[in-house]
């Protein structure tokens, strides 16, 4: 299994809990940090719950949570076969999560765009090098982003501009080439119940 770092509290039919953390970078990135991983054992549920948060290295990023459990109890006696449930979080914002066996799907790009995974991402914990299949490898995590974004691969009306990450996104990164501004006004990039009062902070603090 993994190692690293690790600290055990409790025992096993008395609740226990398993604390772990590693140092990793995504393959094919310049991406590294801090992975946290906590599982804990309710017996008195059968539910197994697993939390793993990213620190990015010099905080490039918002810290990146997810949380799944299994319940025991419902288990054949596969893995894959569990009933799971997930959630997850970017700098503490709820983000979309689903899983299925173990294969985890997170999209937190309503705070940054590309903070998605493009497909799910299998999770294991057989093997040291198996640490790296814990951090989200997200599309904007990617190298040859380079800072850039595409205009039409942002989903703008799904965007919670209250909490945009604006270290890492800023009007000035888009690349705005192909737009047909006779055809997209600048109103269109916001939700329909946000009013003037929203938008204008917006426009006049950041572009």
């Not at 190692?3 to 140092?23: H, M, P, Q, R, V």
């Not at 997850?88 to 689903?98: D, E, L, Q, R, V």
């Not at 040859?144 to 604006?166: A, C, M, P, T």
């Amino acid at each position: 299994g993994l190692a690293g770092g690790c600290s055990c509290d409790g025992t096993l039919g008395n609740g226990l809990s398993i604390d772990c953390k590693f140092e990793e970078c995504l393959e094919g990135s310049l991406v590294c940090g801090t992975v946290g991983l906590n599982v804990t054992v309710d017996d008195s549920t059968g539910l197994v719950k697993t939390t793993v948060c990213m620190d990015t290295a010099l905080d490039q990023y918002e810290e990146i949570c997810f949380s799944y459990q299994f319940d025991m109890t419902r288990a054949s006696g596969n893995v894959f076969d569990m009933e799971n449930s997930c959630t997850a979080s970017y700098g503490n914002n709820p983000c979309s999560c689903t899983m299925e066996a173990m294969c985890l799907a997170i999209d937190c790009s309503a705070y940054l765009p590309g903070a998605k995974m493009d497909t799910c991402q299998a999770l294991a914990f057989e093997l040291p090098e198996d640490a790296a299949s814990l951090m989200p490898r997200f599309a904007i995590f990617n190298d040859s982003i380079d800072g850039i974004f595409n205009f039409e691969n942002i989903d703008w009306l799904n965007l919670d501009w209250q909490n945009i990450d604006w270290n890492n996104f800023d009007f000035g990164q888009v690349d705005w080439t192909n737009v047909d501004w006779a055809s997209t006004p600048w109103g269109s990039l916001f939700n329909n119940d946000m009013t003037q009062v929203d938008v204008c902070p917006i426009l006049t603090g950041r572009v």
